[in-house]
């Protein structure tokens, strides 16, 4: 199995189960970016308390699941991960932010056609602003390459990534980017 095949098949699971997705990471910045190598798929996910029983029951039959992390990662609003138990490879879901931000990103993730389905994605905008947060955090150049890439392949709106990163505390570290 490859990441691709992979995450439709979790993709088809989450629709069955009406749990709202939002594909992030290398695949979302594949996607609005230059394609790059990534080992795992990133999702973004809402669930509650009440969820916990219903995504330990879509993953667990042909993935290890750990129901303690699904429970943690839904009282602290953090992640957990299935691996695939045939070819390893591994998704990480991310719990949807009750901030104001991780809400209006939520609100404005796209439809997309990937890979042959209609995909839940990211915005461009709210990816950058989410590496800017990531590379706040560990001064990792990684992130600041994926701001490039998307910046220089997607149209986006500046005004919109400007206003997040001024309350986020990021502005600095955006427009040192952008004059390079």
Known sequence: MDLVSLLKIVK???DKANIEYMISGGIAVSYWG???TTHDIDIVIEAQKKDKNKILKLFEKDYYISDEAVEEAIKNRFTFNIIDNKSGLKIDFWLLKRDAFGKS???RKLK???FGENISIISAEDLILCKLMGFEETKSDHRLQD?????QTSKVDMNYIKTWAEKQGTLEILEDLLKK
């Open 112 to 114: 997309k056609k990937m």
């Open 12 to 14: 088809k699971r989450l």
């Open 34 to 36: 230059f394609p790059r």
């Open 105 to 107: 990103e939520f609100g």
């Open 147 to 151: 701001v490039k890439s998307i910046l």
